[in-house]
């Protein structure tokens, strides 16, 4: 049963503003500010005990990004749900951008220059994936779903910019893509065997995608599984972040104070190894209070998702749980060393500004469908 | 509307096992974390504090550098300077205020610091001045409990005792750049310099030692509790070159305050001298050249920067005519008794190459040619002998190509062949094989090139100069100049071009005659060279002008090479002097007077270093 059950026309059914405003998940924001703050901290200590060159830009960026997450929040979901195509197309073109002529860093084609600033398309290609999908199943019925022929698109919607990821190259993000598309279709109702015949078919492809893997990503592969092999070269990082871990003990070398850290052990420590800092100086207690923070924020988007009254929001926020959910669990076993290493930051922690970006936006979206919860969608609004 | 319903159901049941499986990939997360952090606590930190420990190394001490008999021409200077750990002071700031107040600190060093407590990480020391005296050092000792974290640091800095006189061939040290620094962590301790050319340079690995660690017991706080233990660094080499600071002397200061190179070698191969003008203080770089004299450096014409021994490129003009020589002889383009007609000029079409003696010099063989250095005999011999040929010969007997004694920036001189004019689309035409004969043109070679062909011919064998004598305890190359394999030219022909070279220092009629050597029972031999840098237009030709009449810039380069004694050859050099007008008259009497040193000094040092260390 849909809670709403008397229909009113759209324009009688949208709220006044500050009705809106105070429906937002408040909590959450808080959450995502104490994350914030953490990394905040993180990266000061990352700089030696200085603001600069880290810790202050990208203050300012989630500044902006809250900001930018509130109006949002304020946006009907319905607006939003019309977008959702349009903005997967401008995604999918952004990706070819990137591809054709896009800025290459670190040996991989990954950013766009867009007026001075470099673009990450693929961090936000997933949330439009995310809304194109949602869009997509909003009106499905069982039968539909269970209908083979229905699937074709919206496996394609997945595979197209997984494809171009993959190209730039970025496993680690092509792979969340992948799996957020993935787990999109398990909660949207696709059978369950369906499933199990992908996996079955991903399982023996597994060897021959191997023999086609970039050198360095073959090689993070073997570091993982022996990261003693080389502990100068590729396991160094493997080897660093361990040590950095083990050295934090229960309650942390204190702020600042982390060897590992604070004597430059640890390449690329502001972005996507910053929780080693975190574990180092502040031990275990402090990485399970963020990690806390980090899984509470994914239990509310699911909470959200649980009391949404329509499909389009339910999907949406269960997607950008996932997405979030999983940015915080690569990065983390990677750090742990339990998968091999792969681009992928922490949110809201690390340091960089497309993915922070992008996760705010999603966080938007959700807080859109928090405050839409139970508006209906009405027959020719998709 | 049914179907919708009951996907609504699965998708909230499914939103939960995601919800709940991701819970559960959390939780498995946090068990690691806490084997990690909680478990194996002590193994991973007691890696850490390893790390920590490593990263306290003591840098060594340099290695220094002396000359073949022991004579220093590299070393250390001890020195104090003051440090800052801003990580020991509650107050950095007022700390640093505080130290002002003892040593005065100039403006320039007070904005390095401030930056330096902006930027550096505070485990880093960061230097508060620098080159203390004892008595300051003192003072900051007495005043320690006010300067929390200031500590005194005894260091080295480099001196040269020749200065500018050996700057080039000694080379200098600088500090490590940034990305030297990301490459080997020890150069970034203060005080490690590294070689930036010369024998510093040649040598840097040898003379650079191993560092020391110190084995500190470290706080949770990472400050120091006590050592444990320490192990000495290593102190670099000490790295004796084959070089005699005497001569060296002697030859920077008969260069004086001309602009030019001289080379000697010994008939083993080593370098005994090789001095260019003007020079630098190398001991300047040490703490890094002030802007305004390394802008002067690079403004001034003169170049002093540049090694003109081993980078320096000349036409060598007539010095080059023995390796012709030999280079006709050896393929048969000429023979021993060949004569030509010399009649002052070569007329090839409608070209008139004349020679430095308009009136001619009759009936010249290769010998008498050589002696009077007559230009028409070798115009012919180019021509009959080919510029390729030349070219070989000249790589033969080193003049061009690799000649590696660990110096950067060594040319490798050129010498033009069919192929590369081909390549470069030159139309070549006879006249420039004519000028390639008395060294001309294309030309281009160095003072060192020019003295390795000279003691090879004087040889008959393949000798490399050698720089480095020693490292250690070690001796380089070991033996005599019967080490070196033989070049495989015909004795004849070198006899005759050595014939040559005799007679133009020993007969009246020779080039060099008013230069022969004044040490009784020896003789020296050489070759005079005379290259114009600036063609005569036809109204200087006109005016009559002659060459020290023109401005600085447009006189001829002087050349001189030599070889003596002239029974059994043991020392070569090669002069050049830029614009110094004459060959005979400039750079012959300093080849002279390094010679003359050198054969007394083998009379002074009978035991000279024949296999021992000095």
């Known amino acids: 049963m849909s809670t709403l059950v008397e229909y009113r026309p759209y324009y009688l ?16 924001v808080i959450v995502t500010c104490a994350v914030a703050g953490i990394g905040y901290a993180a990266l000061y200590s990352a700089a030696g005990g200085h603001g600069e060159p880290y810790a202050i830009p990208q203050f300012i960026r989630f500044a902006a990004a809250l900001i930018m997450m509130i109006m949002i929040a304020m946006i009907d979901i319905r607006i939003i749900a019309k977008c959702a195509w349009p903005l997967y197309a401008i995604g999918l073109l952004l990706l070819v951008a990137v591809w054709k002529f896009g800025h290459v860093g670190l040996g991989a084609r990954r950013w766009l220059d867009i007026g001075g600033l470099h673009v990450q398309p693929s961090e936000f290609m997933k949330l439009f994936l995310i809304l194109a999908l949602a869009h997509w199943f909003q009106r499905a019925s069982y039968e539909r779903v269970g209908n083979p022929v229905f699937l074709i698109a919206p496996v394609l919607a997945i595979l197209c910019p997984a494809a171009l990821i ?8 092509a792979v969340i893509t992948m799996t957020v598309g993935g787990a999109m279709l398990l909660g949207a109702g696709v059978r369950w065997w369906k499933f199990a015949i992908v996996m079955l078919l991903v399982a023996i492809a597994a060897p021959f995608a191997y023999h086609h893997l970039h050198g360095y990503q073959k090689q993070r592969i073997l570091t993982f599984l022996h990261p003693g092999r080389d502990p100068l070269g590729a396991g160094y990082n493997i080897i660093q972040s361990k040590i950095a871990l083990g050295s934090g003990g229960m309650w942390g070398q204190g702020f600042l104070h982390g060897t590992q850290n604070q004597l430059n052990f640890l390449p690329e420590k502001q972005t996507d190894f910053v929780f080693t800092i975190i574990a180092e100086e502040f031990g275990f207690a402090g990485s399970m209070v963020l990690m806390g923070l980090l899984f509470s924020m994914v239990a509310m988007a699911f909470y959200t998702a649980l009391r949404c009254g329509h499909q389009f929001g339910r999907l949406a926020a269960i997607g950008i749980g996932t997405n979030l959910f999983l940015y915080c669990f690569v990065n983390l076993a990677m750090v742990m060393g339990l998968i091999p290493v792969g681009g992928v930051p922490l949110p809201l922690v690390s340091y960089g500004g497309s993915a922070l970006t992008a996760v705010m936006l999603g966080f938007g979206v959700l807080m859109s469908v928090q405050v839409h919860r139970d508006v209906e969608f009405a027959a020719g609004d998709d | 509307m049914r179907g919708r319903n009951r996907l609504r159901s699965i998708v909230s049941r499914r939103g939960l096992l995601l919800g709940t499986a991701q819970g559960a990939a959390f939780g498995a997360l ?3 974390l806490y084997r990690m952090q909680v478990l194996d606590h002590r193994p991973y930190g007691a890696l850490a504090t390893e790390n920590s420990i490593s990263e306290r190394v003591i840098a060594p001490e340099r290695g220094i550098i002396t000359d073949r008999f022991g004579t220093v021409l590299a070393g250390n200077r001890r020195y104090w300077r003051a440090l800052f750990m801003a990580v020991q002071a509650r107050d950095p700031v007022k700390v640093v205020e505080r130290f002002a107040h003892i040593i005065p600190l100039s403006e320039g060093e007070r904005s390095r610091i401030d930056r330096d407590l902006r930027d550096k990480r505070r485990f880093v020391p960061i230097l508060l001045k620098d080159d203390l005296d004892w008595p300051a050092t003192a003072c900051i000792e007495v005043n320690a409990p006010d300067l929390p974290g200031v500590f005194i640091d005894a260091g080295f800095v480099r001196v040269y005792p020749l200065a500018e006189r050996s700057a080039h061939v000694i080379g200098y040290v600088d500090r490590p750049t940034m990305r030297e620094v990301a490459h080997d962590r020890v150069l970034a301790l203060p005080g490690v310099r590294i070689g930036r050319s010369g024998v510093e340079r040649a040598n840097n690995e040898a003379l650079q030692g191993v560092p020391g660690i110190v084995q500190t017991e470290v706080n949770v706080h990472g400050s120091v509790v006590r050592e444990l233990d320490r192990s ?27 602009v030019g190179a001289a080379v000697m070698l010994e008939a083993k191969g080593d370098v005994l001298l090789m001095a260019s003008s003007p020079g630098f203080d190398p001991a300047l770089f040490d703490n890094g050249v002030p802007a305004e004299i390394w802008s002067e450096w690079l403004q001034d014409p003169r170049r002093p ?23 006709a002889l050896d393929c048969g383009a000429i023979t021993v008794e060949t004569q030509f007609l010399c009649p002052g000029y070569l007329k090839l079409g409608d070209h008139v ?6 009136s001619g010099h009759g009936k010249v063989n290769v010998i008498s040619a050589l002696q009077q250095s007559c230009d028409v005999f070798f115009y012919y011999t180019a021509l009959a002998t080919g510029i390729d040929r030349i070219a070989r010969m000249g790589r033969k007997l080193g003049l061009i190509g690799v000649l590696d004694i660990g110096i950067p920036n060594t040319a490798l001189g050129f010498l033009p062949t069919r192929a590369w004019s081909r390549k470069r689309r030159l139309i070549w035409t006879k006249g420039d094989t004519v000028v390639q004969g008395i060294g001309q043109g294309y030309t281009q070679v160095t003072p060192l090139g020019l003295a390795t062909m000279t003691i090879r011919i004087a040889t008959g064998r393949a000798i490399r100069p050698q720089l480095t004598r020693a490292v250690g305890q070690t001796l380089y190359h070991e ?15 070198l006899a005759a071009v050595r014939q040559g070279m005799i007679e133009v220092v020993n007969t009246p ?47 001829p380069n002087a050349f001189f090479i030599a070889f003596a004694p002239t029974d059994v050859p043991r020392y070569a050099a090669a002069i050049v002097v830029e614009h110094g007008n004459e060959g005979a008259a400039c750079a012959a009497p300093i080849a002279r007077d390094l010679i003359t040193a050198a054969l007394s000094r083998e009379a002074e040092m009978p035991s000279a270093p024949a296999g021992t260390i000095a």
């Not at chain 2, 003789?523 to 840098?533: E, Y």
């Open chain 1, 13 to 28: 059914k949208s709220f006044r503003l500050a009705r809106k405003f105070l429906r937002i998940n408040w909590l959450f």
């Open chain 1, 166 to 173: 993959l190209k730039e190259p970025n496993l680690g993000t």
């Open chain 2, 30 to 32: 946090g068990l690691q």
């Open chain 2, 232 to 258: 000495h660094s290593k102190h670099g080499a000490t790295v004796q070159a084959t070089l005699d600071a005497q001569l060296q002397v002697m030859a920077a200061n008969s260069l004086g305050e001309n």
């Open chain 2, 305 to 327: 920067l540049t090694n003109r021994a081993t980078g320096g490129l000349y036409a060598p003009g007539s010095a080059f005519k023995p390796n012709v020589a030999l280079a």
């Open chain 2, 353 to 358: 190459f004349y020679c430095w003696q308009h």
């Open chain 2, 479 to 493: 033996g005599g100049d019967a080490n070196w394999p033989d070049l495989g030219l015909d004795d004849r022909h």
């Open chain 2, 509 to 555: 009629l020779g080039t060099a005659y008013a230069s022969r050597l004044n040490v009784p029972g020896l003789q020296m031999a050489g070759k005079t060279g005379t290259a114009q840098v600036h063609g005569l237009t036809a109204g200087e030709e006109k005016a009559n002008y002659n060459d020290a009449s023109l401005p600085l810039a447009f006189r």
